[in-house]
């Protein structure tokens, strides 16, 4: 599992000048039989709160950008002729409402189905996720100690990759087979098992770092994996994490609408979590705070020369939306919270 940064059917454009857009939407491997250690250990999935079919209506995200919008202007961001604009732009789109088609109800999907329906697709996407994560984790990563190191939610196995080219020794653990699946052929000196990052199938003081990129939104409650990563590591081992923010403003929900491997389209659910959640969870289980960063979305979400385009069937794809109105989307994602990214060091008195 490695969860890129997308919205309901698209990515974030960050900061530090990084463009991109990714559109989302194989055949099974057995997997490597786990070491005899790992068989050992028993774990137990975390259950879910269940999330209700969704309701995407393209006319309510453009309404939606266009309110944000002026709100912005209303505190002072842009002038009267930006505020006049939008307004008569939300005449015009109520106006253009059958253009754009009814809504959309998404049913629920599960984390599993999800990314096993992406694997096949993941690698060869032009992902933004992918340079930011290079960019913004590399430093993090250059200044681990070497040592055994947990991938948690590895994915393809991307990370795993960079850790063992350091000369880490790395173990992998993801739910998605169809990733795992990929990951053992990208990286076959790393170990890679099936398995839930908030009940880890590895014994007490297994490794020395954990890292965990681009995947936590797909958990509720940050508390269970800070308890499992400090369960498993050594002390003064480091906690890596790196995440997003959520893209849908002022909502405690972040869906992610993917195919599963059978055809079926819906959402996986996604909780963007504040900075104050990571610290909690973090101080309640022994960790101290070594570094943050965060990144921001710049004021370019639409391109000059981006025309408005024909939208696809199925769920709303918020980029082929924000064509529609170009001025609002930008100014309504110019500078919002994109990308944080932790380093935690696990107390040896804990």
Known sequence: MHEPCRGAAGVIDLASQIRWRARAPGNAVAPAAPSAQYERVSHQAISVPAVD?????????????????????????????????????????????????????????????????????????????????????????????????????????????????????????????????????????????????????????????????????????????????????????HLLLLDHRGHFIGSSRYPLVQQAPDGRVGHVAGHPHGLGDYLRAALSHGYVVRACEETYRDDVTVEADELPESLTPGPPDIWELHTWVPDAANAAKAGQPAVVAWDFELRPDF
Not at 116 to 125: I, N, S
Not at 135 to 152: K, Q
Not at 170 to 197: C, H, N
């Open 53 to 237: 079919v969704i309701h995407q209506h393209p006319l309510a995200y453009l309404l939606g950008l266009e309110g944000v919008a002026l709100m912005r202007a209303f505190a002072g961001e842009h002038d009267q002729a930006f505020t006049e604009a939008r307004i008569a732009e939300v005449r015009v789109l109520l106006d253009r409402a059958d253009e754009l088609g009814p809504g959309v109800d998404v049913p629920p999907l599960s984390v599993v189905d999800g990314y096993d329906g992406w694997a096949t697709t993941y690698d060869g996407e032009d992902n933004g996720c992918f340079p930011m994560r290079d960019e913004v984790l590399t430093p993090l990563l250059d200044r681990l100690a070497l040592g055994r190191v947990l991938d948690a939610a590895c994915g393809t196995g991307a990370v795993a990759q960079q850790l063992v080219v350091r000369g880490h020794d790395v173990v992998g653990v993801d739910l998605s087979e169809q990733m795992l699946a990929r990951a053992r052929r990208a990286v076959p000196k790393a170990t890679f098992v099936v398995g839930e990052i908030a009940g880890l199938p590895l014994p007490d003081n297994d490794v020395d770092h954990v890292v965990c990129s681009l995947a936590l939104t797909h958990v509720p409650d940050l508390r269970p994996f800070f308890a499992e990563a400090a369960r498993v590591m050594r002390p003064r081992g």
